[in-house]
């Protein structure tokens, strides 16, 4: 009897051992953006992509638009292992290390190569410091340059004195104060809401999160000044990635540099596709003055001179390999 008994607890064993690895291993990934946005497609495609090359044994569900956790909260949910993998804007570490914020410094890079070439620059680093935290890198994608919007003309920086200006990270607070502006943190989802309540009356952001939350409905003006390329960056737990087999976490590294470059090539193509949807909804979509240009510029040479503070001597090895 005893020996039927261990002999069917081994068979139930065996049963669920295989019914296991019959099931594979689900992954649940937190995004900020919804499911129209660019980065959202690009990561969907992205686990698809991982599904496919690994027979289905590794599963990517991707929960968008901070369903599952709120953007601020998706950094510290895959470090902690509430969640294996997740997007989120990688400026928003700042306050944790200014090396996080050098894609976010006003007109130090502000077109698509430039931008390659600083995160070619920066990329070890920032893999070095979430490398600490239980972090790995796997890509990071930009949003189109960053334009202002707002109710009503800037023609210089005197029109933004005392506006109510939406920021999402450090750096944006400290160019709406620079400007004269009352910076207030809004996040993504939330514009539309926070421009009919009369929380901002300008922001500044890509023409992909303009188009997306509709700003012909609330702004008139969007200004083209490209200020930089802020980029999305996804992260996966290094530890969920460590228990992956051999051939799972090759296809998750191969599928991961697909995207990142799948995802610069969608950038800059969304660049121009969300313009025209500004222009064709009635905005009116112009390149800054010449006198906002320069006070933008100014305010550029500022903010990296205080990020170069900030960041020490990993910031000036930075900038040196970027310049080079």
Known sequence: MKKLVLGLLAAAGAAAMATSAMAGTSWDM??????????TINI?????????????????????????????EIKNAVRGGQVPIGEFLLSRLANENAVFQVDSIPFLASDYPSAKKLWAASRPKVEELLAKQGLKVLFSVPWPPQGIYSRKPVNSLDDLKGVKFRAYNSATERLAQLAGAVPTQVEVPDIPQAFATGRVDAMITSPSTGANSKAWDFVQYFYHTQAWLPK??????????????????????????????RGWAASQAETDAKIAVLKKNGMKVEMPSPTLKAQLAKIGEQMTAEWLQKAGADGEAIIKAYRQ
């Open 30 to 39: 937190p995004t900020p953006y919804g499911d129209s946005n660019f980065h």
């Open 44 to 72: 969907k495609q992205f686990a698809a992509d991982v599904e496919k090359a690994t027979g289905g044994s590794l599963k990517i569900k991707v929960h968008s638009g901070g369903s599952l956790f709120k953007h601020p």
């Open 232 to 261: 999305n960056i996804v992260v996966v737990n290094a530890k969920a990635f460590r228990r992956l087999s051999a051939e799972e976490q090759a296809a998750v590294l191969a599928a991961a540099k697909t995207a990142e470059s």
